[in-house]
């Protein structure tokens, strides 16, 4: 049938393209996709020649709408590099228009590394938020972390290899206290998810430099449990420069403990 079919593929191992997939990949007449030697390699596996089509979001409006135009009438599939088109890829101004044209849309699931790091991590899974990759500048990543430090919730982070560590070292300042996952090369050859804390995390690929693609869940405030001497070391820190109340209220923001418990403990330590 016309329509745009959005196809997830997998994340690593081939093994993982669903039976849906390929059937679809093989009937439509056309693929969009984000790199035509990475999705030429995909089809090669499955035995199937197609046209390809670049598409980008962003750089892209005239392919759009040409791609808007053929699903009016064939069947068109959107897929990725790896994994879910639209998580933390293009589709999503496409999925729109082809929606606000009237055209059917629908969605083959199948491999993303944020649903497989979370189910890995051994961190609450009831609740996660998904927050993307971090901003590059120190200063961006900072404040995105601080403003998702309440968020009840694991939250999970696409990363790479080279800036795992500025991550880690990120977390460790605005969100000390949480356990944390690094979820490296999933469904590969070298998969890994290592616990702990960010300072544990920090040390072991300091003297283990990491290679390839990486998810970092980070556990949901309140929910791991903080040493006392840390909580005692953050509250002293604190409050070095604010009044007891402000200080426990500065390390509820960061570690999600109880503020009333935490205001008690700062008058003793003061
Ligand atoms: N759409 C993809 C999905 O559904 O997972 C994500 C694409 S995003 C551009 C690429 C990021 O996904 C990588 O930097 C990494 O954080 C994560 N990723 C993709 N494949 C992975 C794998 N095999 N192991 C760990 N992380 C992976």
């Known amino acids: ?67 808007l135009g053929l699903m009016a009438s064939e069947p068109i599939a959107l897929v990725c590099d790896a994994g879910t088109p639209l998580i933390s890829d293009p589709g999503y101004r496409l999925v729109r228009a082809a929606r606000e044209a009237g055209i059917a849309v629908t969605s083959l699931p199948g491999a993303s590394a944020a649903i497989m790091a979370v189910t890995l991590s051994g961190l609450p899974s009831d609740r996660f938020f998904f927050a993307g990759f971090l901003p590059n500048k120190a200063k961006a990543r900072g404040d995105v972390l601080a403003a998702l430090a309440t968020v009840p919730a694991s939250l999970v982070f696409y990363e790479t290899a ?51 693609e990486i998810v970092l869940v980070v556990g949901p405030p309140g929910e791991t449990p903080v040493e006392e001497a840390n909580i005692d070391g953050l509250l002293q820190a604190a409050l070095a420069s604010l009044k007891p109340s402000q200080a426990a209220a500065e390390v509820a923001r960061q570690t999600g403990a109880d503020r009333k418990a935490l205001y008690a403990r700062a008058l003793e330590l003061k």
């Not at 197609?50 to 759009?64: E, F, G, L, Q, S």
């Not at 979820?183 to 003297?207: D, Q, V």
């Open 162 to 212: 080279p800036r795992l560590a500025d991550a880690l070292a990120a977390i460790a300042e605005v969100l000390p206290g949480r356990e944390v996952a690094v979820a490296r090369e999933l469904t590969k050859m070298f998969e890994e998810c290592r616990t702990g804390s960010p300072a544990e995390l920090i040390a072991h690929y300091a003297a283990h430099p990491p290679r390839g």
């Open 1 to 67: 049938m016309p329509g745009l079919y959005i196809v997830a593929t997998p994340i690593g191992n081939l093994g993982d393209i669903t039976l849906r997939a390929t059937a679809t990949l093989g009937g439509v007449s056309a693929i969009a996709c984000e790199d035509t030697r990475v999705t030429g390699k995909l089809l090669n596996h499955l035995g199937f020649k197609k046209r390809m089509i670049r598409y980008n979001d962003h750089a892209d409006a005239t392919t759009r709408d040409y791609l």
